[in-house]
Protein backbone atom coordinates (compact mmCIF):
# COMPACT_ATOMS: atom_id res chain seq x y z
CA UNK A 1 0.00 0.00 0.00
CA UNK A 2 0.78 3.42 -0.96
CA UNK A 3 1.21 6.07 1.83
CA UNK A 4 1.25 10.11 1.21
CA UNK A 5 2.48 12.84 3.36
CA UNK A 6 1.96 16.39 2.36
CA UNK A 7 4.16 19.02 3.61
CA UNK A 8 4.80 22.61 2.49
CA UNK A 9 1.10 24.53 3.69
CA UNK A 10 0.38 27.60 5.79
CA UNK A 11 -0.40 31.22 6.22
CA UNK A 12 0.53 33.45 3.54
CA UNK A 13 -1.00 36.85 2.06
CA UNK A 14 -2.50 37.32 -1.27
CA UNK A 15 -0.31 37.62 -4.44
CA UNK A 16 2.49 35.20 -2.18
CA UNK A 17 3.71 31.69 -3.24
CA UNK A 18 3.98 28.58 -1.88
CA UNK A 19 5.04 24.96 -2.51
CA UNK A 20 3.66 22.19 -1.73
CA UNK A 21 5.16 18.59 -1.49
CA UNK A 22 3.96 14.98 -1.38
CA UNK A 23 6.03 12.10 -0.24
CA UNK A 24 4.99 8.75 -1.11
CA UNK A 25 6.08 5.74 0.67
CA UNK A 26 5.44 1.76 0.68
CA UNK A 27 5.10 -0.57 -2.41
CA UNK A 28 3.08 -0.64 -5.21
CA UNK A 29 3.66 -2.68 -8.77
CA UNK A 30 3.48 1.55 -10.20
CA UNK A 31 1.74 4.84 -9.26
CA UNK A 32 0.68 5.91 -12.13
CA UNK A 33 -1.03 9.25 -11.28
CA UNK A 34 -0.28 11.90 -8.19
CA UNK A 35 -3.05 14.57 -7.98
CA UNK A 36 -3.65 17.79 -5.95
CA UNK A 37 -7.18 18.07 -4.78
CA UNK A 38 -8.43 21.28 -2.68
CA UNK A 39 -11.31 21.61 0.01
CA UNK A 40 -12.30 24.44 1.24
CA UNK A 41 -14.81 25.06 4.26
CA UNK A 42 -18.27 23.53 3.77
CA UNK A 43 -17.46 22.38 0.47
CA UNK A 44 -16.47 19.41 -1.36
CA UNK A 45 -12.73 18.73 -2.73
CA UNK A 46 -12.17 19.16 -5.93
CA UNK A 47 -9.08 18.29 -8.32
CA UNK A 48 -6.59 21.11 -8.56
CA UNK A 49 -3.85 19.67 -10.54
CA UNK A 50 -2.91 15.63 -12.06
CA UNK A 51 0.35 14.30 -13.14
CA UNK A 52 1.38 11.07 -14.98
CA UNK A 53 3.91 9.35 -14.61
CA UNK A 54 5.04 10.60 -18.18
CA UNK A 55 4.36 14.33 -17.34
CA UNK A 56 1.54 14.94 -18.79
CA UNK A 57 -0.78 16.96 -16.72
CA UNK A 58 -4.01 18.58 -16.38
CA UNK A 59 -4.76 21.93 -13.86
CA UNK A 60 -8.45 22.76 -12.94
CA UNK A 61 -9.24 26.27 -15.04
CA UNK A 62 -8.56 28.36 -11.42
CA UNK A 63 -5.04 26.91 -11.24
CA UNK A 64 -4.02 27.74 -14.72
CA UNK A 65 -1.30 30.01 -15.67
CA UNK A 66 -0.59 30.65 -11.57
CA UNK A 67 -0.06 26.54 -10.07
CA UNK A 68 2.40 24.15 -11.58
CA UNK A 69 2.79 20.61 -10.57
CA UNK A 70 5.76 18.23 -10.66
CA UNK A 71 7.13 15.01 -10.24
CA UNK A 72 10.54 13.33 -9.10
CA UNK A 73 9.56 9.77 -10.16
CA UNK A 74 13.16 8.62 -8.42
CA UNK A 75 12.28 10.44 -5.35
CA UNK A 76 8.28 9.22 -5.55
CA UNK A 77 7.55 12.65 -4.48
CA UNK A 78 4.92 15.28 -6.34
CA UNK A 79 4.97 18.95 -6.03
CA UNK A 80 2.63 21.83 -6.20
CA UNK A 81 4.00 25.36 -6.41
CA UNK A 82 1.55 27.92 -6.10
CA UNK A 83 2.17 31.65 -7.43
CA UNK A 84 -0.03 34.68 -7.42
CA UNK A 85 -2.05 33.04 -4.67
CA UNK A 86 -5.54 34.22 -4.18
CA UNK A 87 -7.79 33.96 -0.83
CA UNK A 88 -10.11 32.10 -2.31
CA UNK A 89 -7.19 29.18 -2.50
CA UNK A 90 -7.77 28.89 0.55
CA UNK A 91 -8.59 25.41 1.74
CA UNK A 92 -6.95 21.49 3.00
CA UNK A 93 -5.04 20.25 -0.40
CA UNK A 94 -4.85 16.84 -0.02
CA UNK A 95 -2.68 14.60 -1.84
CA UNK A 96 -4.01 11.62 -4.15
CA UNK A 97 -2.26 8.83 -5.92
CA UNK A 98 -3.87 6.28 -8.11
CA UNK A 99 -1.90 3.40 -9.51
CA UNK A 100 -1.56 -0.80 -9.45
CA UNK A 101 -0.57 -2.67 -6.41
CA UNK A 102 1.40 -5.89 -5.78
CA UNK A 103 -1.45 -7.69 -6.19
CA UNK A 104 -2.24 -5.94 -9.44
CA UNK A 105 -5.42 -4.28 -8.01
CA UNK A 106 -6.00 -1.04 -8.92
CA UNK A 107 -5.81 1.22 -5.65
CA UNK A 108 -6.18 5.06 -4.37
CA UNK A 109 -4.14 6.78 -1.52
CA UNK A 110 -4.89 9.71 0.31
CA UNK A 111 -2.69 12.29 2.16
CA UNK A 112 -3.56 13.75 5.64
CA UNK A 113 -4.17 16.88 3.89
CA UNK A 114 -1.84 20.31 4.53
CA UNK A 115 -4.13 23.68 5.06
CA UNK A 116 -3.10 26.90 3.02
CA UNK A 117 -4.88 29.97 3.76
CA UNK A 118 -3.91 33.19 1.79
CA UNK A 119 -5.06 36.27 3.54
CA UNK A 120 -6.66 39.11 1.64
Known amino acids: QVQLVESGGGLVQAGGSLRLSCRSSGIAYSIDTMAWYRQAPGKQRDLVARITTSGSTNYADSAKGRFTISRDNAKNTAYLQMNSLKPEDTGVYYC??????????????WGQGTQVTVSS
Open 96 to 109: NAQGVSTTRAWYES
